[in-house]
């Protein structure tokens, strides 16, 4: 199982790692803290240098409710990070984070590899052509409504079956348009309660049947500290026990904000399935 960025083909048959990098001033976690600044290179240079395979980089906050940033402000914050990088770290492959067709274009024209797309292109009808065109692999993650509107969008029957259908007909859009690397990721946290996100993870592996890679991020996330009575300043070890169960169950990247931790994830793991590192 492999996707191709920028022509390096990475087999995700032995899970991957993704690093979190968010230039928003307002994410759940990290907000604020890393730019393009000495500290983010620095952040960025750690992250590979603990074994990230992709770095994620986000300018609009995903958090439930978050703020509305209009696409010229994300732009002004995203594209100085993506050319800082790659201008330290030539071979880094980046993910960008945006729902956005324009954001995602101008990013991959200077130089990154995967778009992340929390809508599947519900969000901007013209993101999978943009998607086509620059023939990237694509990560749709599955969402009801807007960041700022999908707390309220949480009534489900059966939670699984209907992502499970809503993914099937994005990836055949998806290929309808040419697209060939695709991957699955079922948004915990977005549009779901706290209870429909440990359904999700009981029935992780049924997301198989899709046949194609899956992502799991469940990083400091609430369904993580919540339970625990905790802040996301505490819920490494969560994120630690909830990563091994999703990559137990198929999951191919980890997309974490604590690298080192969830490579050793990936290296324990090994022992019981049957990874090639």
Do not use: W
């Amino acid at each position: 199982m492999t996707i191709n960025c920028k022509g390096q083909l990475i087999d995700l048959s032995t899970p991957k790692i993704m690093g979190i990098l968010n230039v928003t001033p307002n994410s759940f976690y990290d907000g604020g803290k890393f730019t393009l600044s000495e500290n983010g290179l620095s952040q960025v240079g750690k992250m590979l240098e603990e074994g990230a395979t992709f770095i994620d980089i986000g300018a609009y906050s995903s958090k439930p409710n978050a703020e509305f940033v209009s696409e010229e402000e994300e732009r002004k914050r995203i594209l100085p990070v993506v050319q800082g990088i790659l201008n330290q770290f030539p071979d880094a492959l980046l993910s960008i984070d945006t729902f956005r067709s324009g954001i995602a274009s101008v990013c991959i024209e200077n130089g990154a590899a995967i778009i992340n797309d929390i809508s599947a292109g519900n969000l901007d009808e013209k993101m999978m052509e943009v998607i086509a065109k620059h023939n990237v692999p694509y990560i749709m993650m599955h969402m009801r409504g807007t960041p700022q509107t999908m707390q309220s969008q949480t009534n489900y029957e059966n939670i699984v079956k209907e992502i499970v259908f809503y993914f099937s007909e994005k990836v055949s859009k998806a290929r309808s348009l040419g697209i060939n690397d695709l991957i699955i990721d079922p948004g915990f946290g977005f549009a779901k309660t706290l209870e429909q996100n440990y359904e999700i993870l009981q029935n992780f592996e049924l997301f198989k049947m899709l046949d194609l890679p899956l992502l799991a991020g469940v990083s400091r996330k609430s369904m993580v500290y919540k339970p625990l009575g905790l802040t996301a300043n505490e819920a490494l070890n969560g994120t630690t026990v909830l990563s091994t169960i999703a990559l137990t169950k198929g999951a191919n990247i980890l997309r974490v904000h604590d690298v080192k931790e969830a490579v050793e994830c990936v290296k324990l793991a090994k022992k019981i399935m049957n990874y090639e590192l």
